[in-house]
């Protein structure tokens, strides 16, 4: 009888511990542990993480609510021996489980990257960078290593051209290589048969395109103007004129902070001083949006030669085909630039 009533006290002392054991179990691996009633919110891994740091970054940043059980769970699915660095987003009220399953599997967010307003090779990386784990510097030795060995053209003045302003979804830990080469892959995706084909129809490469493009994008804030610009240095181009950029110039002399440009300027020994020297410069004078190169490549077909800023200051230009014509333009220019240079000093005094 004794017996009994000890195996029954024992038999009720093992339920209530498997029960026990059984709820904290499903607590651990099931129940809401990560951002309980908190935002969804991005963690990062970088290269270098441990488990240990990792379990520091999720306690202090208040990613997880009860660390020991997430650790515990990380633990059995050998989760800390294979930590993948990596952007990741992490839900509102994940369990253990959910997270540790994605963290291990690297099932990262993607980066939108973006990059513009960029005028120099060296500029690029910088910007490319900015919201990835690769370091400027990695981005540039991989990228130099591309233009000393791809067999397409690109060279230190014009592979700006390569990288196409746009949005592209990347890893946060992808390696310079891999985004050097994505850029590539997307040059030449961008590169259709059809743009190609229009390329070859007036003349130019892809890389002349660029380069052109460029230009035509420095002259006007308006990109309806677009087209008829490009048509204007088309015609100086396929009559052997110089085109006589200012912006040019403004490349040439190395000071993005000119606002005129000055007959002294005409006189800087470059090859991207296109009142010096005819023909396209070695390379695009910034990173030209996709509009400006397709502006080029549907250039407006017309007889002018010379353009001019509108003397109403709207942006816009005055084009006209005889050397006479655009000197009328520009003297008429030039006055009202005078009454409105009057006007602001009496204004100011």
Excluded at 109 to 134: G, H, M, Q, S, W
Excluded at 263 to 274: A, G, L, M, Q, R
Excluded at 301 to 313: K, P, S
Excluded at 319 to 341: P, V, W
Aim: charged share 25%.
């Amino acid at each position: 009888m004794k017996g009994r009533k000890l195996f029954i006290i024992f038999l009720l002392v093992f339920t209530i511990l498997l029960s026990s054991f059984s709820f904290y179990a499903y607590q651990v691996v099931y129940a809401p542990n990560v951002l309980v009633e908190k935002e969804s919110r991005i963690l990062i891994i970088d290269s270098d993480e441990t488990f240990k740091s990792l379990q520091s970054k999720l306690y202090e940043d208040d990613f997880v609510q009860d660390i020991v059980a997430f650790s515990l769970l990380a633990k059995i699915m050998d989760y800390d021996q294979y930590i993948k660095p990596g952007r990741y987003k992490l839900k509102a009220n994940m369990s253990n489980i959910d997270a540790i399953r994605m963290l291990r599997a690297g099932l990262q967010e993607p980066v939108n990257l973006t990059f513009n307003n960029i005028r120099l090779k060296d500029e690029i990386a910088e910007k490319i960078t900015k919201n990835i784990e690769l370091t400027p510097y990695e981005f540039n030795r991989s990228l130099n290593k591309f233009i000393a060995d791809n067999q397409e053209g690109f060279n230190e003045k014009n592979i700006v051209s390569m990288f196409i302003p746009n949005t592209y979804h990347v890893y946060y830990d992808i390696s310079g290589d891999e985004l050097v080469e994505r850029m590539h892959y997307e040059y030449r995706q961008f590169w259709s048969e059809e743009r190609k084909r229009k390329a070859d129809s007036i003349g130019l490469t892809p890389l002349e395109v660029s380069t052109l493009a460029s230009i035509v994008q420095a002259e006007s804030i308006k990109r309806d103007e677009g087209k008829k610009i490009a048509g204007l240095y088309m015609n100086r181009l396929k009559k052997g004129i110089a085109l006589q950029a200012d912006p040019t110039l403004v490349f040439a002399s190395g000071d993005f902070t000119i606002k005129r440009v000055l007959n002294v300027h005409k006189e800087i020994d470059s090859p991207y001083n296109t009142y010096k020297y005819p023909g396209l410069p070695p390379g695009p004078i910034n990173m030209p949006f996709i509009h400006s190169i397709d502006a080029v490549l549907n250039y407006e077909d017309h007889n002018y030669f010379y353009m001019c800023a509108r003397e109403d200051f709207s942006g816009y230009h005055n084009f006209a085909s005889t050397l006479s014509e655009h000197l009328n333009n520009a003297a008429r220019y030039q006055r009202q630039l005078t009454i409105e240079q009057r006007k602001a000093r009496m204004n100011n005094k």
